[in-house]
């Protein structure tokens, strides 16, 4: 399986990082081994001194698909979910300053944090899913995916156009503004509504 991130996907986000707003959806890979389910603790990493957190929605792929068009797209995911696309934004910053890739920055151990998945019939409005993060009990980001420069079946049929989606695949949708460090020993806890996604802790 693999995990395909949008990026720069909400405007205030976009601008508290002082981009631009893209004008096709903008994706990224990380591998199986990013992965941290089940509550499980993140552990930063030695080799940066800036982790942020981005709370994302996240959809799970069920069925393969290749150049899907926009309007069949909803037949190719079944779940939601919530995710953390744990960045480390000093190696950000530099791969982006030296024009260099930056898996570094967003692919390694532990950077996609999961949530167990909900179908997607039990969310309601699924264009207006409120979705939040809480670090040591404070709201830090607060997003709608009403807000998103790219819908899902946009991401999907883009993306489609470049690589097979697989079942088990899973899109990270991009994350409202509020991003910011996390450090040792801080508690994250992920609401979609007022239902509880994620709870763990930074060691
Ligand atoms: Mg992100």
Known sequence: MKIICIGKNYLKHIQELDRKRPTEPVFFLKPDSAIIQRNRPFFLPDFSEEIHHEVELIYRICKVGKCIQPKFAHH?????GLGIDFTARDLQRKCVS??????????????????????????????NLDFRLLLNDQCVQHGNNKDMIFRIDEIISYVSQFITLKIGDIIFTGTPEGVGKVAIEDHLQGFIGEEKFLDFKIK
């Open 76 to 80: 190719y995911y079944d779940a939601i």
């Open 98 to 127: 030296e024009g260099n890739p930056w898996e570094i920055a967003k692919a390694f151990d532990g950077s996609a944090v999961i949530s167990k998945f909900v179908p997607k019939e039990q969310l309601g409005d699924l264009n």
